[in-house]
């Protein structure tokens, strides 16, 4: 009878560990090495938390709801608003705005970046090339070495210079990210697609309003973020603390501090 009581203490502190942290992030699965140093983490007021080594050097504050995308630098930041301002924090070079009313993300290149907005207009600065633009609505911009994906929200996928079609999703589409020959394709209620190399480590498609999905590298797992700021974690969590969670719903991006 003890050998069986203390066998069950250890099955529910392990299921607690596994589920949850202390600031309500969500981790299904085991943790895993971390092979990252750190999590950020973008609202739409342009406030940035920051968990492990991550570096906070500045939030935006807006009164709207208007910041959309954060994207590191060596050892900065860029943030992105729905109007096509850039705004830089750290080492960060701000190159210009695009002229819009709905940006939606930004892309860095060695020397500058592109930003897209939901009309799939695509605005080059610095040393990025301009290879096309969509049309439709678009949610996400993806780079390879010599060209780019565009996402559109009902899955398709357009290409443009070396980037390959693996196949499109067709449902409400909200993100994208690349493996080496393939991609995931992330939709709104958490479901995931895979395509060409892209690895299933498993997702939950009875969610809400998801926002992100972020890859780790070294477990090839992945970070799914909802707009309360819960980072469901798929062979990725690392023990990193998620950030404060938001009622309203105000969460918009996250990114894996390498």
């Known amino acids: 009878m003890k050998n069986s009581t203390i066998l069950l203490a250890i099955v529910l502190i392990s299921l607690v560990i596994l589920t949850f942290s202390g600031n309500r992030n969500v981790f299904l699965g085991e943790t895993v090495d971390r092979g990252y140093k750190g999590l950020y983490f973008l609202d739409e007021f342009g406030k940035i938390y920051v968990s492990g080594s991550a570096k906070h050097l500045g939030n935006l504050r807006f009164r709207e709801r208007i910041a959309r995308d954060l994207e590191l630098t060596k050892n900065g930041y860029l943030a992105l608003d729905k109007y096509g301002s850039v705004y830089s924090f750290g080492d960060a070079i701000r190159r210009g705005d695009a002229n819009t009313k709905d940006a939606i993300d930004l892309e860095l290149t060695s020397n500058g970046y592109y930003i897209l907005d939901r009309s799939g207009k695509v605005y080059v600065f610095g040393d990025a090339e301009d290879f096309g ?77 998801v926002q992100d999905i972020e890859l780790i590298n070294k477990s090839k797992g992945y970070y799914i973020l909802d707009s ?31």
């Open 228 to 258: 309360k700021g819960l980072a469901y974690s798929y062979l990725a969590s690392a023990g990193f603390p998620g950030p404060e969670f938001s009622e309203d719903g105000s969460y918009i991006d996250m990114e894996v501090l390498e």
């Open 133 to 209: 633009s969509g049309y439709g609505i678009y949610v996400d911009m993806e780079l390879t070495s010599d060209g780019y994906y565009l996402l559109k929200n009902n899955g398709e996928i357009d290409v443009f210079g070396d980037a390959v079609s693996y196949g499109n999703a067709d449902g409400d589409s909200i993100d994208m990210e690349l493996t080496d020959n393939g991609y995931y394709i992330l939709e709104k209620n958490g479901k995931l697609n895979f395509f060409g190399d892209a690895i299933d480590q498993g997702y939950d498609d009875s969610l809400e309003n």
